[in-house]
């Protein structure tokens, strides 16, 4: 994973995993790596790696268990939270892109429109 340098390394982590819990890729009660894994995978400091998993524990999105590992939540509707959470998300930085390109609110939905026909011809 490459790192972008305007935000800091675990919450780029955070948001990858989370990305991965949306789309299925981490399906609910997955077990995730462990710290040091998770540090390796990512190239990442082990204390980074730790504060990962302690920020996705304090949203509700995985469960530590002592000695057993770090799970990825049972609860639906944490998920599907968290799914609409990014999506809002996704369009208010789709909106603010549109708007610094000079685009109202209902071009840019305009423009989405449009783009969807255009990709089913």
């Known amino acids: 994973m490459e790192f972008n340098a305007s935000s800091p390394i675990w919450m ?31 190239t990442i400091n082990p204390n980074t790696a730790a504060r990962v998993y ?12 002592r000695g057993m590992g770090t799970y990825v939540t049972e609860t639906p509707e944490r998920l599907e939270a968290l799914r609409s959470e990014m999506a809002c998300e996704a369009m208010e930085d789709y909106l603010e892109r549109m708007a610094a390109l000079g685009f109202s609110r209902a071009e840019a939905i305009t423009r989405i429109s449009q783009e969807d026909e255009h990709a089913q011809e």
């Open 54 to 65: 302690q920020e996705l524990e304090k949203e509700g999105l995985v469960e530590i268990r």
């Open 12 to 42: 780029q982590v955070t948001t990858r995993i989370k990305t991965d819990m949306v789309t299925g890729r981490l399906p609910p009660g997955a077990k995730l790596p462990g710290g040091r894994d998770l540090a390796l995978q990512y």
